[in-house]
């Protein structure tokens, strides 16, 4: 409200026009409203009369802003000695918060086989001012692109005011069947444009190894202390006994040896037997097991081999025949047992050349 004041009661009438004009404050900017027209004043009247001006209110924050309503004398004995109002708009709006982007961490176990979602989710902590675009691109940390272990993902994240405040970024993990370590990867964020500042631009991906190590496969080449090895066999002999140490020997006694000599390592010596039971430590499980009877000299009949109680026999190996049983198990008790007999044939003992045990 603009008061326009004349110091002196008039003699005649008095015409003033008025109106109101730009300065930083603008009607194209939708500032204040335009107003125009006269104030009469007459001998006797009242020396004062009001212009009222409506200024448009906003949430924008800006400078403070000013326009002006100016006098002229249209008619009648007067000096106009300010003709000119200045009408300064005060900003009252808080600017808004610059906002914050963080990114989180993502831990996930990789799978065996296809592909596990990493589901990263970038967050701004306020309504952003203008658009804000986020560049983003995954990078090796132990985990890397030449093992594949996961895919590779970049682009970019745009958000706009009162777009919403989170936005997601999968990558995918590839699954495997191999033990090893937990690996890392990481998604790093840059701001493109914007007004925007990142406060925690790098998620790091964990990815947990879900896979066991293989159970261990073992290897028995029964013989005599001085006869050769095959090699990635262990040498069994008449007086291996089983210890919680070694994790596996003969349980029972009277075991002979022999070695008939020549090239075939596995097949040229062996454990003889009338009843023996030999065991290996385990872990629970199941395995396949392989068993080599025979001997190069002699026939050797009536032999029965039982295996965690699955049995093959009584058989017959000639001299110079050898005969590998297969079996399929399960260990339940923490030991793997074998027994071997003669059932009373002519050799009067049956022999075991070697044991090969493998988990399933």
């Keep these: 409200v603009f008061t326009v004041t004349l110091d002196n009661d008039p003699s005649d009438t008095v015409v003033i026009d008025f109106a109101t004009n730009d300065g930083s404050a603008t009607l194209a900017d939708n500032d204040y409203q335009q107003q125009a027209g006269q104030l009469t004043f007459t001998?006797?009247?009242?020396?004062?009369?009001?212009?009222?001006?409506?200024?448009?209110?906003?949430?924008?924050?800006e400078p403070d802003e000013t326009f002006t309503v100016d006098l002229s004398l249209n008619s009648g004995?007067?000096?106009?000695?300010?003709?000119?109002?200045?009408?300064?708009?005060?900003?009252?709006?808080?600017?808004?918060?610059?906002?914050?982007?963080?990114?989180?961490?993502?831990?996930?176990?990789?799978?065996?086989?296809?592909?596990?979602?990493?589901?990263?989710?970038?967050?701004l902590d306020n309504d952003p001012s203008d658009t804000v675009v986020i560049d983003f691109a995954t990078n090796d940390g132990t985990a890397t692109l030449a093992d594949n272990d996961y895919q590779h993902n970049t682009g970019q994240l745009t958000?706009?005011?009162?777009?919403?405040?989170?936005?997601?970024?999968?990558?995918?993990?590839?699954?495997?069947?191999?033990?090893?370590?937990?690996?890392?990867?990481?998604v790093d964020l840059s701001l493109n444009?914007?007004?925007?500042?990142?406060?925690?631009?790098?998620?790091?991906g964990t990815v947990n190894n879900?896979?066991?190590?293989?159970?261990?496969?073992?290897?028995?080449?029964?013989?005599?202390?001085?006869?050769?090895?095959?090699?990635g066999f262990t040498r069994v002999t008449d007086t291996t006994a089983f210890s919680v140490q070694s994790g596996f020997g003969w349980t029972?006694?009277?075991?002979?040896?022999k070695d008939r000599g020549g090239s075939d390592l596995l097949r040229r010596d062996f454990n003889a037997v009338i009843d023996g039971t030999f065991e290996v430590a385990?872990?629970?499980?199941?395995?396949?097991?392989?068993?080599?009877?025979?001997?190069?000299?002699?026939?050797?009949?009536?032999?029965?081999?039982?295996?965690?109680?699955?049995?093959?026999?009584?058989?017959?190996?000639?001299?110079?025949?050898?005969?590998?049983?297969t079996f399929q198990v399960q260990v339940i008790d923490g030991r793997l047992t074998v027994r071997v007999e003669d059932l009373g044939g002519s050799s009067t003992r049956s022999t075991i050349n070697a044991l090969t045990v493998t988990p399933v």
């Design 43 to 61: 001998p006797g009247g009242g020396l004062t009369q009001m212009i009222t001006v409506d200024v448009n209110g906003d949430t924008t924050e």
């Design 77 to 123: 004995t007067a000096v106009i000695t300010d003709g000119q109002g200045l009408g300064t708009i005060n900003n009252d709006d808080v600017p808004p918060p610059v906002p914050n982007v963080s990114i989180n961490d993502v831990t996930l176990s990789e799978g065996d086989s296809g592909t596990t979602s990493f589901v990263f989710t970038v967050t």
């Design 159 to 186: 958000f706009t005011p009162g777009g919403g405040l989170t936005q997601t970024i999968i990558v995918d993990v590839n699954g495997d069947t191999t033990e090893e370590p937990n690996e890392a990867f990481t």
């Design 193 to 204: 444009s914007g007004t925007a500042v990142i406060t925690d631009g790098q998620g790091l």
């Design 210 to 231: 879900d896979d066991t190590p293989p159970a261990p496969s073992f290897a028995f080449d029964f013989g005599t202390s001085s006869s050769s090895v095959e090699t």
């Design 252 to 257: 029972t006694s009277n075991i002979k040896s």
């Design 282 to 325: 385990l872990a629970n499980g199941f395995y396949d097991v392989e068993v080599v009877v025979g001997d190069v000299v002699n026939t050797r009949d009536q032999t029965r081999v039982t295996v965690e109680g699955s049995t093959q026999g009584p058989l017959t190996t000639q001299a110079g025949q050898f005969m590998t049983l």
